[in-house]
């Protein structure tokens, strides 16, 4: 099952890969909050078409309030932090800031879960973030001026996802992964429906295009519904600290697809960064295989 754990953080990693570019073009026609509860509930409706063949919520009132305060953090504030702050900053900067997120996983993995911070992960949290440094090419970044409140939102954004990433593999461990996705987008809505009632009131919705349509979407059903379960998934079945380094495939596919979809060519750079990023996964795969092995061994004796 590790193997799967690790194809799911993988694929909900690509997956958010393209989500910045999308959504900095969504956010000039959307406001962020707006923007954001659409995609809880189109991720809340992906899910409850599952939730019946799932065994649907039948689980301890603990349990579901667990799961909904992990969803206010990750959703409702991580989320909405994010949004806000790739509205007011950079695509490039929202890439490289969110990228701090696995640090912040293994860091909380450790305080909260009494998770072991191995030289392995912590040496491939090193190769890996030099990779994200090198893929996103700090020349494209500016964090300063005009740019600093989206910057600290984009921080915010990147702790409180730490946090929430830990806190839903807690509860998840105790509830199916659709469940417990289900009831976290629940927790998001409290936060994200009441600043988007006043964003359409004081800002308003500008004009909805086929392709702005198309953009809400991909946010809410694959971005939210497929990846969230995905990611969730993969915590449900890993440590954290190894999922951490799992999110590290996001900023190589985005800068992969947004130079695709603007027909540049990939520079020397984007191909080092990479071959560190997969160096680094494929150190804490293998310290992981080898430990496993070792437990396997122990219970064997």
Do not use: C
């Not at 990939?266 to 310290?287: H, K, S």
């Amino acid at each position: 099952m590790s193997g799967f754990g690790i194809f799911a953080g993988l694929a909900a990693a690509s997956i958010w890969g393209g989500m910045y570019v999308v959504s900095k073009v969504v956010l000039e026609v959307i406001p962020p909050f707006t923007l954001l509860s659409l995609r809880l509930l189109l991720g809340i409706v992906s899910l409850a078409v599952f939730l019946p063949g799932q065994g649907g919520l039948k689980w301890p009132l603990k349990r579901l309030l667990a799961a909904f305060l992990a969803g206010f953090i990750g959703y409702g504030i991580s989320l909405g932090l994010q949004f806000v702050g790739t509205h007011l900053s950079t695509a490039a900067n929202a890439a490289l800031v969110t990228s701090a997120s696995p640090a912040f996983i293994l860091i909380f993995g450790i305080w909260i879960l009494g998770e072991k911070a191995t030289w392995s992960r912590v040496a491939a949290l090193i190769l890996s973030s030099v990779g994200v440094i090198i893929v996103i090419d700090p020349r494209s970044v500016f964090l300063g001026g005009d740019l600093a409140l989206g910057n600290i939102a984009l921080l915010g954004a990147a702790l409180t996802w730490g946090l929430y990433s830990v806190l839903i593999k807690k509860v998840g461990a105790q509830m199916t992964t659709v469940a417990v996705s289900f009831i976290a987008f629940l927790g998001g809505l409290p936060m994200s429906l009441p600043l988007s009632a006043f964003e359409i009131r004081t800002v308003g919705i500008g004009q909805i295009t086929p392709g702005i349509l198309l953009g809400v979407l991909y946010l809410g059903v694959v971005s939210t519904g497929l990846a969230m379960y995905l990611w969730n998934k993969s915590l449900d079945l890993l440590d954290a600290g190894l999922v951490s380094l799992l999110f590290f495939a996001q900023p190589v596919v985005g800068v992969g697809l947004g130079t695709m979809l603007l027909g540049e060519e990939l520079n020397l750079g984007f191909w080092i960064g990479a071959l560190l990023i997969g160096g680094g996964l494929l150190v804490a795969a293998r310290a992981e295989s080898t430990s496993s092995t070792r437990g396997s061994a122990d219970a064997s004796l």
